[in-house]
């Protein structure tokens, strides 16, 4: 899998855009770019998934350059119930792979009011 | 359709005695991960099964065992308890099998099990 690397904490003021960039250099020609959210004493939950370009749904967007070496998650007027623990993570989407998710440190986002 | 079920929620057990946690994966999803989750080393791997083999393993003692049942529920077993174990253990059910993307995984509520 390939390793990313994520700002260990970021703060931002309620309504304000937020942007969470995650670097992964060795990214492999099948990989994903997959983004989980975390509460505490919760489980992840699954936020956006990309290979390319940029993917937007109801809670935030992925932008992926050309060169797929990072990803930016986007959050847009983010709330104080957004701050939580946000995973970036890599993986390999060729067929027959394993389901093995193995995740980072995470960046910790705290919203202020 | 119902979510991935963990039981117990909370358990208080005491070194070296042994636990058992149980995940009821989303209906369909045939393969289950296991996760321990503390606030110094934040979410670790356990294993991984789908259609009853353990398929990945992380870097755990042989004190963490699991296995998986036909109907896809997985349990997760701690021996010999030690005061470390102490953390959110938590399950991820997958659809499993191998699809074309990577696989979006739901996740439980999770157990918290204190070792005392």
């Known amino acids: 899998l390939a390793k990313t690397t994520q700002p260990i904490s970021m703060d931002s003021y309620e309504g304000q855009e937020v942007n969470i960039t995650c670097s992964h250099n060795?990214?492999?020609?099948?990989?994903?770019i997959t983004w989980y959210q975390q509460f505490p004493s919760q489980g992840p939950r699954f936020i956006i998934q990309?290979?390319?370009t940029k993917v937007t749904n109801e809670v935030a967007s992925l932008f992926i350059p050309a060169d797929r070496k990072s990803s930016t998650l986007s959050l847009p007027r983010v709330s104080l119930s957004d701050t939580a623990v946000y995973y970036c993570?890599?993986?390999?989407?060729?067929?027959?792979?394993?389901?093995?998710?193995?995740f980072g440190k995470g960046t910790r986002l705290h919203i202020l009011p | 359709k119902a979510g991935v079920t963990q039981t117990p929620r909370y358990l208080i057990k005491t070194r070296g005695q042994q636990v058992t946690l149980s995940c009821s994966p989303i209906?369909?999803?045939?393969?289950v991960s296991w996760y321990q989750q503390t606030p110094g080393q934040g979410l670790q791997f356990l294993f991984e099964?789908?259609?009853?083999?353990?398929?990945n393993k992380g870097n755990f003692p042989g004190r963490f065992s699991g296995r998986q049942f036909s109907n896809s529920r997985s349990e997760m077993n701690v021996s010999t308890l030690e005061l470390g174990d102490s953390a959110l253990y938590l399950c991820?059910?997958?659809?499993?099998?191998?699809?074309?993307?990577?696989?979006?995984?739901?996740f439980g509520q999770g157990t918290r099990l204190t070792v005392v």
């Open positions: 991820a059910s997958t659809l499993g099998g191998g699809r074309d993307r990577y696989t979006e995984a739901f």
């Open positions: 060795n990214i492999a020609t099948n990989d994903y």
């Open positions: 990309g290979y390319k």
């Open positions: 993570l890599v993986g390999d989407a060729a067929m027959n792979r394993d389901d093995k998710i193995i």
């Open positions: 209906s369909g999803h045939r393969s």
């Open positions: 099964y789908f259609s009853e083999t353990q398929r």
